[in-house]
């Protein structure tokens, strides 16, 4: 079964920094998600990714699948990206393995 | 608009009493599947279909049950709630599998007591 970090567990950022939050995972996958999740609990998809790099908005997710490990970055970032941010992995119909998400607070 | 719809997002209950979740989506998706989530141990799936008709355990599916007759609903049943599924529940679709983009309902949190 696939084993998924996340790094860091906790980020403290001032409001405009750059941010990446790491993803590595154990076994290969077919595809990686990033996911979002705010204090009211609500989770939202932000990216799906099988290789190569996405971007939407301030948001850039990266994958190389060699290296089995993907990022998430935010460029100027807000106090409204605070929230817990988590990575999936899957492997065709195999059930999703999640980290344990990375918790943000972005301080003005 | 486009959405998974989970009733309710809160309840309190006693232990043993029978209760059921319901997921509904909107997108007319194949895939769906239930998760609850819990401090330091993050997502976990419970169950998950396919299709109508077809479902499967996940990882952690004692003292759940799941039905899917139609294409739209995948409710969630405990027979009979203990304390340890106190947790905070997600149902989730999308149009044909895990590797593809995934639509979250707005969570239900359950306390069994």
């Known amino acids: 079964k696939n084993e998924v970090e996340q790094s860091p567990q906790n980020l403290t950022a001032q409001e405009g920094e750059f941010i990446t939050i790491n993803c590595s995972y154990s076994?290969?996958?077919?595809?990686l998600h990033w996911l979002q999740q705010h204090p009211g609990g609500g989770i939202v998809s932000l990216f799906m990714?099988?290789?190569g790099k996405k971007k939407h908005g301030r948001l850039i997710a990266t994958i190389n699948i060699q290296e089995k490990h993907s990022s998430l970055h935010i460029t100027a970032s807000h106090p409204r990206d605070s929230a817990v941010y988590i990575c999936?992995?899957?492997?065709?119909?195999?059930?999703?393995?999640f980290g344990k998400g990375t918790r943000l607070s972005v301080i003005a | 608009e486009a959405q998974v719809t989970q009733n309710p997002r809160y309840l309190i209950t006693v232990t043993g009493k029978k209760l059921t979740v319901t997921c509904s989506q909107n997108?007319?998706?194949?895939?769906m599947s239930w998760y609850r989530q819990d401090p330091g141990l993050g997502l976990r799936q419970i169950y998950y279909?396919?299709?109508?008709?077809?479902?499967d355990k996940g990882d952690v599916p004692e003292g759940y049950k799941v039905s899917r007759k139609e294409k739209r609903n995948f409710p969630l049943i405990l027979e009979s709630p203990s304390p340890n599924q106190t947790s905070l529940y997600f149902c989730?679709?999308?149009?044909?599998?895990?590797?593809?983009?995934?639509?979250f309902g707005d969570g239900t949190r359950l306390s069994i007591l």
């Open positions: 279909s396919m299709n109508v008709e077809v479902t």
């Open positions: 999936a992995v899957g492997k065709g119909n195999t059930p999703l393995v």
């Open positions: 997108m007319n998706h194949e895939y």
């Open positions: 076994v290969g996958i077919s595809a």
């Open positions: 989730a679709s999308s149009f044909q599998g895990p590797d593809q983009p995934q639509h």
């Open positions: 990714l099988s290789s």
